[in-house]
């Protein structure tokens, strides 16, 4: 009923930029929080950027100042430009949006969705 899919990883060099996307569709009433979070083989999950329906930004240190995180509510689109990529950076990035659907018979939510994920490699 709900979909979140993600595009635009990829390999790039360091110090390259990517912009990453996903869209959200299905039966959606709203959506509250949408963000990224990544994960680096070996390591937990954690946050990259959220931003709130009213429009407050969280960053991870780590990317303060090289990623910005912008959101088309009118699409259910959240993006991520990334400049300066290092090789850190290097992970599979997940879309996630906190969001209330229609069932069909009823209203659920707000329910944590997350994307398929989307490989980036910041490799020379």
């Known amino acids: 009923q709900v979909q979140l899919v993600e595009s635009g990883g990829g390999l790039v060099q360091p110090g390259g930029s990517l912009r990453l996307s996903c869209a959200a569709s299905g039966s959606i009433s709203s959506i509250n929080t949408m963000g990224w979070y990544r994960q680096a083989p070996g390591k937990q999950r954690e946050l990259v950027a959220a931003v709130t329906s009213g429009g407050t930004i969280n960053y991870a240190d780590s990317v303060k100042g090289r990623f910005t995180i912008s959101r088309d509510n009118a699409k259910s689109t959240v993006y991520l430009q990334m400049n300066r990529l290092k090789p850190e950076d290097t992970a599979v990035y997940y879309c996630?949006?906190?969001?209330?659907?229609?069932?069909?018979?009823?209203?659920?939510?707000?329910?944590?969705?997350w994307g398929q994920g989307t490989q980036v490699t910041v490799s020379s």
């Open positions: 996630n949006a906190d969001l209330i659907y229609y069932t069909g018979s009823y209203y659920r939510g707000p329910v944590d969705y």
